[in-house]
T-cell receptor, first 116, second 112 residues
Framework: EAQVTQNPRYLITVTGKKLTVTCSQN?????MSWYRQDPGLGLRQIYY?????VTDKGDVPEGYKVSRKEKRNFPLILESPSPNQTSLYFC?????WGGGPTGELFFGEGSRLTVL | DQQVKQNSPSLSVQEGRISILNCDYT??????FLWYKKYPAEGPTFLIS?????DKNEDGRFTVFLNKSAKHLSLHIVPSQPGDSAVYFC???????????FGTGTSLTVIP
């Protein structure tokens, strides 16, 4: 089954404790990206990657890092989480540049992160 | 600054009637527009898209209209069904095709 898998789905942590949210896709997609969803702000893009070793900032990259060492994986790293990073996070993938001909992103189920 | 805006946070429609969801954008470099649907506790799923060279695209009960001069797009669902109850996000991609911009979402409730 084609899917994007995120882990953990739920996490409560404390300020300053480094954490990683993993994302893996099994569709051989070139493009992967991370979003956060906040009330009243919709989905905002954090980082994206057009292929292995190629990453770039989205709209709200501050406080986050990413890496793309393998095509299938695109982890999101919070080196020193703060309470304003409490949010619902989504990873997504698609074929080609920015989704290819249809722009269709395939999303994971989301990771709800709470930073105390 | 929000480049894609959905000014209606919620919408209620009777089953069988038309649902119209609206979206406005500010960036004239947007080249491609999309609608996504999201159920609670799930990730968004792609619904329909439209290129900036077109003004209409249809897929079954779903039609997206694009008015470039007004920088406005809309999603029409006809007829609306209770299973359509979800949050709908519009999104836009720049002509470089790398960065996605989403609206704030409209929560649609279809009343049986």
């Amino acid at each position: 089954e084609a899917q994007v898998t995120q882990n953990p789905r739920y996490l409560i942590t404390v300020t300053g404790k480094k954490l990683t949210v993993t994302c893996s896709q099994n569709m051989n997609h070139e493009y992967m990206s991370w979003y956060r969803q906040d009330p009243g702000l919709g989905l905002r893009q954090i980082y994206y990657s057009m292929n292995v070793e190629v990453t770039d900032k989205g709209d709200v990259p501050e406080g986050y890092k990413v890496s793309r060492k393998e095509k299938r994986n695109f982890p999101l790293i919070l080196e020193s989480p703060s309470p304003n990073q409490t949010s619902l996070y989504f990873c997504a993938s698609s074929r080609g540049w920015g989704g290819g001909p249809t722009g269709e992103l395939f999303f994971g189920e989301g990771s709800r992160l709470t930073v105390l | 600054d929000q480049q894609v805006k959905q000014n209606s946070p919620s919408l209620s429609v009777q089953e069988g009637r038309i649902s119209i969801l609206n979206c406005d954008y500010t960036n004239s470099m947007f080249d491609y527009f999309l609608w996504y649907k999201k159920y609670p506790a799930e990730g968004p799923t792609f619904l329909i898209s439209i290129s900036s060279i077109k003004d209409k695209n249809e897929d079954g009960r779903f039609t997206v209209f694009l008015n470039k001069s007004a920088k406005h797009l809309s999603l029409h669902i006809v007829p609306s069904q209770p299973g359509d109850s979800a949050v709908y996000f519009c999104a836009a991609i720049t002509n470089t095709g790398n960065q996605f911009y989403f609206g704030t979402g409209t929560s649609l409730t279809v009343i049986p």
